[in-house]
Each structure stands twice: as structure tokens, then as C-alpha cells.
């Protein structure tokens, strides 16, 4: 079973009170790059992210049409976004490229039908056609065509019936007609040789008919401005911890939280080492531990950071026991996570959904979170941070670590008083109410801390603790 970190990397250094800043104020909206979203103002809706990189990769309007609702949360539970010929799926713990694929309208819509032309067939009646033994039907001429040249299997999945004619709603008359397992193709011959000699049945808006929060969704949404976003610093960093910084901030870059729903930290995906993440080691409860993850709180935090300037709802925020370093900036201003016990969520009360951008900037040294979202006008301010009942630390610690060469003697940490400190965040909505969200936080005073190898002996004056095993 993994231990997971709680606090602190090593090499972490407390700061002086007196040079910590206050909070940024939430940056003016924007919008986002021109390559990132596209907004629709025929149907009012937005697409986004990497649902929009998806998207353009496979046809755009061409194959999907055009947007009829915002990433949503549908009455499945799946979160989903409706287009007039398909629906998206997104899956934002799924590794970065599984994360959307496109429900299986045609099968659904399709479902329990039994005439001939959905028969299983054994193998192909034509040498002409393709046959996928995996649906047990076949495909040629101009749907296999389009098929091949539109996105085929990733976009429309295997053929599920062979053609046939059949009444077409759209156009009002009968017409040849294939179903798969994501659409439902139609011939045109009046269109021979044109790109509509094919057409693709709404699909999508089909299965929006079928979904309540669906039909509630349709209402146009305001284009996506950024909402909020925050930047932590790790130039001391160890390379294990840097590391877990990147491997942390790309499982959350490009997670969407639609409206209404709440984000968990810890849920975002696999911490572990066969995901990638490396040990290192780090204080916990007062002694050297070896962890896996350390690096995630300064992910946390960042993301924290961001989610307040954005004026989200925070609904769980932990603060560490102690000041650290890499959030010396702002005191009282940090979110600590525990896998599986100590979590860092929010909630997205805005009306529409909230895109998460995250960048490790290696020259810089720097984490950035930015979220992008359908702005309703509120701002954000705080006050303070007020701090009191400064308590000073005990004495030093050292610990002796067999892993040490001979004479080495290393200093891990930098004690600091403790201190008692509040900072207010007050969220002003575009009707004039306001939300004041105290954030408290109780550091306690941290020891100097020292480990040591063979061969030296610790001075008088202080605190020994047990080896590390």
C-alpha cells in the first residue's frame, strides 16, 4: 500500500511573515485563444477545449453540426454535449487521449429493430464490399466512401445494418439508408458527385429528445472568458518533486466541471508509481518518511488559488500544518491533499461549464492554472491576511539516516514560528449581493531539521529522534 505525502517536500524553507504579499485580484475576462474555443452564435453554444480539438480533428460542422448545448451532466451521468448529429462523451479521468468519444446513437436509436437488413450475416454476399466480421455486416459505394474518407470507425463505428430503403424524416421521402453504431447515413442521388451525396440523420438531436437536462440546456450561453487564475513558483525543487508536479497538473489540464458539479482532487486519477509519479522523501509527522507524490500540494494549492481568484465555491480546503515555502507569497493561502483522506474540492456555480487549463513552464520554474468559463459578472476581492498568537518553535531535530555518506550532514528544514492567521475572500455578484468566505488557518511552529550520516555525532541543545528504517 503507497503512503502518500501530506505536507511538505523536502527541501521546503519557511519565510517571514513580513514578506508575504496579498492576493492578486481576479484577472479581467478574456477571451480564450482563437484555436481553443468556438463560439456558435446560430445555436448560442460554445465548444471547447479539447472537445473542440476532437472536434475539428474529425470534420467539424461538416460531420457533427453545430453545438446544441454546453458540456453538460446528463440525465445518465454521463458528462455529455449535444450536437445536432452526435453526442459527445467526455471522460475526465480517462488518460488525456481516451477522454472523449461519441455515443452510440445509431445503435440505441436503432435498438430491437429486426428487420432483414439488421440480420447478422456470416460473411459477405458481395465480393464488392467490405465486411466487418465484427458486426457482422457490410460496407461499399458511396457510404463506404464516406465512411473511409469522414472519419470512419473512431467517428461512426462498425456498419450495423446493410442498406435499405427507408422512410427519411428529413427530406420526407423514402431513401437508402445505412445505420452504424454512431450514425445513421443517407443517399442523395440528386447530390451525385456533390458533398451532400451523403448525409448524416440528426442523430443527436434524437437522443437530446430522449434527455430532460438536455432540452433544459438549450438556452444560448455567453462566450468562454477566462474566470480566474493563479501562478506558484518551484525553483528549489527536487527533480522527483518537479516531476509529480507534471504528471499531476496534465491529469488535471483539460478537466471540464459542468455546471452544478462539484471537483475532487484526489479523484482526478492514479497517484501511484505505476501512473508514473516517484518517490522522494519529505517530513511527516515530525519524521523522515521516503512517500510517493510529493509535489501534489503545490498542484493543489496553485489549482486552489485560481478556483478562489475565480470565485468558485470552495467546499473542502485543508490548509498545511505549516508555512511553506513555495507559497510564501500569501500566507494563509494554500490547500494541502492526503490520498485517500485529505481532499481539495470546489464547485462549479456558475451556469455553464469550467475548463481547466494547467502549464509547467520549466524555464520559468512556474505552475499556472487558468479556468475558463461562461462569466456572470462577479468579482472578486479579499482582505487581509490578519495574522496573531505567534508561537516560536522547540529545538532542533536531527535524525540519523543510514543512507548517508560517511560525515554528511544535511539541514531539510528551516524552522518557523507558528501562527494563527485568517484572510477573507468577498465575492461580489453582478445583482450587487455579496459572499464573504473566511479562509483560517492555524500553522503550527515548525523545528529546524536536520539528518545526518555515519560518523557524526549531534551537538548538545538538541532534539534526537529515532532513526529512519
Not at 31 to 47: C, D, I, Q, R
Not at 295 to 300: A, F, I, K, M, T
Request: proline share 8%; hydrophobic share 40%.
Amino acid at each position: 500500500m503507497y503512503r502518500w505525502l501530506l505536507a511538505l517536500a523536502l527541501g521546503l524553507m519557511l519565510v517571514p511573515a513580513s514578506a508575504l504579499a496579498a492576493p492578486a485580484q481576479t484577472p479581467h475576462a478574456q477571451a480564450l485563444p482563437v484555436s481553443s474555443v468556438v463560439y456558435f452564435p446560430e445555436t448560442g453554444h460554445n465548444v471547447a477545449m479539447q472537445l473542440k480539438r476532437f472536434f475539428d480533428a474529425y470534420g467539424g460542422v461538416a460531420t457533427f453540426g453545430m453545438p446544441l448545448t454546453e458540456l453538460i451532466l446528463g440525465a445518465d451521468g454521463l458528462q455529455v454535449q449535444y450536437f445536432e448529429r452526435a453526442r459527445f462523451e467526455f471522460r475526465p479521468t480517462a488518460p488525456p487521449d481516451a477522454r472523449i468519444s461519441i455515443t452510440r446513437a445509431g445503435a440505441l436509436l436503432s435498438e430491437g429493430r429486426s428487420d432483414p437488413a439488421f440480420a447478422w450475416l456470416a460473411a459477405s454476399p458481395d465480393p464488392e464490399r467490405t465486411f466487418f466480421p465484427q458486426s457482422g455486416h457490410t460496407l461499399g459505394g458511396a457510404f463506404g466512401w464516406f465512411w473511409q474518407t469522414r472519419g470512419g470507425l473512431p467517428v461512426f463505428g462498425y456498419p450495423i445494418s446493410e442498406e435499405f430503403y427507408e422512410y427519411d424524416p428529413e427530406s420526407g421521402q423514402e431513401r437508402l439508408v445505412q445505420y452504424f453504431e454512431r450514425a445513421r447515413f443517407v443517399y442523395h442521388p440528386e447530390n451525385t458527385g456533390t458533398a451532400s451525396e451523403v448525409m448524416l440523420s440528426p442523430l443527436g438531436r434524437q437522443l437530446l429528445e430522449r434527455d430532460p437536462l438536455a432540452r433544459a440546456a438549450t438556452a444560448p450561453a455567453r462566450p468562454i472568458a477566462l474566470l480566474g487564475e493563479a501562478s506558484t513558483g518551484f525553483s528549489t525543487s527536487s527533480t522527483s518533486r518537479v516531476i509529480n508536479i507534471q504528471r499531476a497538473t496534465a491529469l488535471v489540464d483539460g478537466y471540464v466541471v459542468p455546471a452544478g458539479a462539484e471537483f475532487s482532487f484526489i479523484n482526478i486519477g492514479d497517484f501511484s508509481e505505476a501512473n508514473g509519479f516517484v518517490d522522494g522523501y519529505a517530513i511527516v509527522g515530525g519524521r523522515l518518511e521516503r512517500v510517493i507524490g510529493g509535489g501534489l500540494c503545490q498542484v493543489s494549492t496553485t489549482l486552489f488559488r485560481a478556483v478562489s481568484n475565480a470565485g468558485l465555491s470552495v467546499t473542502r480546503r485543508v490548509p498545511h500544518s505549516h508555512i511553506v515555502y513555495f507559497y510564501d507569497d500569501i500566507i494563509g493561502f494554500d490547500a494541502t491533499v492526503f490520498v485517500p483522506g485529505v481532499d481539495f474540492r470546489w464547485r462549479n456555480d456558475t451556469g455553464g461549464p469550467v475548463y481547466i487549463v494547467g502549464t509547467v513552464d520549466m524555464a520559468r520554474e512556474r505552475l499556472t492554472f487558468q479556468l475558463f468559463g461562461e462569466s456572470d459578472g462577479r468579482s472578486v476581492r479579499y482582505e487581509g491576511p490578519f495574522k496573531a498568537n505567534w508561537t516560536q518553535p522547540g529545538l532542533p531535530v536531527w535524525q540519523f539516516d543510514p543512507g548517508l555518506p560517511r560525515g554528511a550532514l544535511r539541514q531539510l528544514v528551516r524552522g518557523r514560528p507558528g501562527v494563527e492567521v485568517t484572510l477573507r475572500r468577498i465575492v461580489t455578484f453582478a445583482n450587487g449581493r455579496t459572499r464573504v468566505d473566511p479562509y483560517i488557518t492555524r500553522y503550527t511552529p515548525w523545528e529546524d531539521f536536520y539528518v545526518y550520516g555515519p560518523g557524526v555525532t549531534p551537538p548538545a541543545g538538541v532534539r534526537v529522534i529515532a532513526p529512519r528504517q
